[in-house]
């Protein structure tokens, strides 16, 4: 009987795993953050993102907008040049999803088009719930959350800033990897 409840527990345990969300760790200039992603909520926008994710494509890019009590805004800008870098094509907005743009999580930027995000992101530095699609508005996309360096959000958050909300000094993001879940 113990054996079986043990090879069950290890069923289980394996279950749960398996039902995990993708997890990345975005290391940055200012520290490292941590992201659960919610391919249920936002399936096309959660692969968008793990598409730039898997070929390293934010290696080098910056929080390129910044606004304290607002969010901070990255992943669309070259460090080396400063150039707008290369995208993939827009992705569908998935806003209509329950999810809402409260402190610490993650959303698409997007032009007036609501079906423009690609590869920029924000994360919300405090609730935005007025970004939340509404009737017949389209929001803007939460499609993961802050689940470790909120400390680093803020840092960032408080930087000084140019016009634009430009950063003075880059923010860097050095990387952002898919958290192996043997990590975790």
């Known amino acids: 009987m113990k054996t ?3 090879l069950f527990m290890l069923i289980a345990s394996f279950n749960l795993f398996a039902a995990e969300n993708p997890t ?4 940055t200039s200012k520290g490292q953050i941590i992201i659960e992603l919610f391919p249920d909520e936002a399936p096309k926008t959660v692969a ?4 730039y994710v898997q070929k390293d494509g ?12 607002f969010m901070i805004q990255g992943g669309g ?12 094509p827009p992705v569908e907005n998935e806003s209509r999803n329950g999810l809402s743009n409260e402190r ?4 698409m930027a997007r032009t007036a088009n609501p079906h423009s995000a690609s590869r920029q992101f924000f994360i919300n530095h405090k609730d935005n719930a007025f970004l939340d699609a509404k009737g017949g508005n389209w929001g803007y996309t939460v499609f993961g959350e802050v689940t470790l360096g909120m400390d680093v959000v803020d840092k960032i958050a408080k930087v000084k800033t140019a016009s634009q909300d430009k950063p003075v000094q880059p923010v860097i993001i050095n990387s952002i990897k898919l958290l192996d879940r043997e990590m975790k």
């Open 4 to 6: 079986f409840l043990s």
């Open 24 to 27: 990345v760790v975005m290391e």
């Open 77 to 88: 800008f070259s460090a080396k040049t400063g150039n707008k870098v290369s995208t993939l």
């Open 104 to 107: 610490g999580t993650l959303a």
């Open 58 to 69: 934010y290696k080098k890019t910056t929080f390129h907008r910044v606004i304290n009590g």
């Open 48 to 51: 968008n993102f793990l598409a």
